[in-house]
């Protein structure tokens, strides 16, 4: 069975770091709680968000986020059972692929770079399971899928959910 596995909201923590640079630069406190229900730039005031929205393009912005608790132990118990493919829309950000890489092999070094797929839209991919938070994604994926929950999904309906990593390997272990 082939999975494919989302990286940012998924196993990297890319809201949190946005947060945490956003916070450093403007001396202030904006928690993920706060973004419920809406993308993280829509929990900071307008007149930021300019600002803001460079974060994603900033050198060593994508190398230096957080895996997803647990995401490594169970995905590493995922690569066991299933044929597991990382796949993340880094053209978005052309700057993340190297960084995007030597994240994965630094705190992922059992994904082969030959089950890295960073590529542009998702919706070429045909496989079994999809992990993704992006409905966008998600909703066109012909195999079985999974939400997993980021702050701005958590209104979204349609898919079977996971709120965290050990859910994850509830679903699928
Ligand atoms: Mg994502």
């Given at each position: 069975m082939i999975l494919f596995v989302d990286m940012?909201?998924?196993?990297?923590?890319a809201c949190g770091a946005f947060l945490e640079r956003y916070n450093l630069e403007f001396n202030e406190s904006v928690t993920l709680a706060q973004c419920h229900g809406r993308e993280v730039w829509e929990g900071i005031p307008e007149e930021r968000r300019d600002v803001a929205r460079r974060y994603h393009h900033e050198d060593g912005f994508f190398r230096n986020l957080k895996p997803i608790a647990n995401s490594q132990e169970i995905l590493k118990a995922l690569t066991q059972k299933y044929n597991v493919y990382i796949a993340s829309a880094a053209m978005e950000f052309p700057n993340s692929l190297r960084e995007k890489s030597e994240w994965l092999d630094e705190h992922f070094p059992f994904i082969h770079w030959k089950k890295r797929i960073l590529c542009g839209d998702k919706h070429i991919l045909k496989g079994d399971i999809l992990i993704d938070d992006r409905s966008f994604n998600l909703d066109p994926f012909e195999g079985r899928t999974i939400m997993f929950t980021s702050p701005h999904n958590v209104n979204s309906k349609g898919h079977q959910r996971a709120n965290n990593w050990q859910e994850v390997g509830e679903l699928l272990l």
């Open positions: 940012d909201e998924v196993i990297a923590d």
